[in-house]
C-alpha cells in the first residue's frame, strides 16, 4: 500500500491537532491538580500539617539550615501556595510544566 501526500498531510494534521490537545489538557490540569496535591502532601491553608510529608521536608530544611526554614525556599514556597493558592507566576509555571510533560507524552505514545 502506497500514501500519498494527502494521507500524511492529513495524518500529520490529526497528530498534531492530538498534541496540541495534550498540551492544553496537561496544563490545564496541572493547574488543577497542584492546590490538591499540595493539601495531600501535607501544605494546607491552616499550616504544615503533623506527620505528613510536608513535616518531613520542613524538619530537613530546618537541620539544614540551623533551626528555621529559610524564606524563599521550597518548602516556605510551597507553604505559601498551600495557604494561599498559587501566585500567577506559579500558575504560569505549573501550566507550562504540565503542558510540556504531556506533549512530550502525546508524541512518545
Known sequence: MTLSHSDLTTKDNKMGLLT???VIGGGAGAVVAAPVVLGVVGFTSVGIAAGSVASQMMAAAAVA?????A????????????????????TAAVAGTGGTLAGLAALII
Open 71 to 90: 524564606a524563599g525556599s521550597l518548602v516556605a514556597a510551597l507553604q505559601a501556595a498551600g495557604a494561599a493558592g498559587l501566585s500567577g507566576a506559579a
Open 20 to 22: 496540541l490537545a495534550a
Open 65 to 69: 539550615n540551623g533551626g528555621g526554614v
